[in-house]
T-cell receptor, first 118, second 111 residues
Framework: GAVVSQHPSWVICKSGTSVKIECRSLDFQATTMFWYRQFPKQSLMLMATSNEGSKATYEQGVEKDKFLINHASLTLSTLTVTSAHPEDSSFYIC??????????????FGSGTRLTVV | SQELEQSPQSLIVQEGKNLTINCTSSKTLYGLYWYKQKYGEGLIFLMMLQKGGEEKSHEKITAKLDEKKQQSSLHITASQPSHAGIYLCGAGDTGRRALTFGSGTRLQVQP
């Protein structure tokens, strides 16, 4: 039970354009989702907590206007990287809190999106 | 905030050898998660420990949480090339918040 689908799995975009990444809970409702960023050979760094129906909570140092998060429904959170630049190239992973008793003690992860900005 | 330190950062072992990865927390752990990640892919859940002194095993992987709940170890017995990857420990807290991850351990198993 408790599957999260993340799309796209990879994307290449030009500098200055915006890219949207979707994180969708397939068989449960997720009031809270999390967005992580991972640089090569490094760990996952939490970017923001996405709350359904309210504003996202961003971690210190993460630009809200750069990384727009929308969680308009109980099954979908989106991360939009606006005016992307090469330094935004990274691996982005979403995670969702699943109901108690499902999905590995409460956390389930998407398969990640590799963003390359050229 | 919770900080997790993992050691070693990287590890190269010969196939068939045993190995241990450690995860140390600056605070009491309320839930310690172990994941495996292939480069550029999502996380594979391995185990979750919650009680002091708890130990869990799955196939050739054993994870332990110390009595003080500030340190966890992941032990792989008779390693195989399929064990290669990045091992991450993650910690939750008493609230419904995101997991905080350690720096990761990159494991290579040489045939």
């Amino acid at each position: 039970g408790a599957v999260v689908s993340q799309h796209p799995s990879w994307v290449i975009c030009k500098s200055g354009t915006s890219v949207k990444i979707e994180c969708r809970s397939l068989d449960f409702q997720a009031t809270t989702m999390f967005w992580y960023r991972q640089f090569p050979k490094q760990s996952l760094m939490l970017m923001a907590t996405s709350n359904e129906g309210s504003k996202a909570t961003y971690e210190q140092g993460v630009e809200k206007d750069k990384f727009l998060i929308n969680h308009a429904s109980l099954t979908l959170s989106t991360l939009t990287v606006t005016s992307a630049h090469p330094e935004d190239s990274s691996f982005y992973i979403c995670s969702a809190r699943a109901p108690e008793g499902r999905a590995n003690y409460g956390y389930t992860f998407g398969s990640g999106t590799r963003l390359t900005v050229v | 905030s919770q900080e997790l330190e993992q050691s070693p950062q990287s590890l190269i072992v010969q196939e068939g050898k045993n190995l241990t990865i450690n995860c140390t927390s600056s605070k009491t752990l309320y839930g310690l998660y172990w994941y495996k990640q292939k480069y550029g892919e999502g996380l594979i859940f391995l185990m979750m420990l919650q009680k002091g002194g708890e130990e869990k095993s799955h196939e050739k992987i054993t994870a332990k949480l110390d009595e003080k709940k500030q340190q966890s170890s992941l032990h792989i017995t008779a390693s195989q090339p399929s064990h290669a990857g990045i091992y991450l420990c993650g910690a939750g807290d008493t609230g419904r918040r995101a997991l905080t991850f350690g720096s990761g351990t990159r494991l290579q198993v040489q045939p």
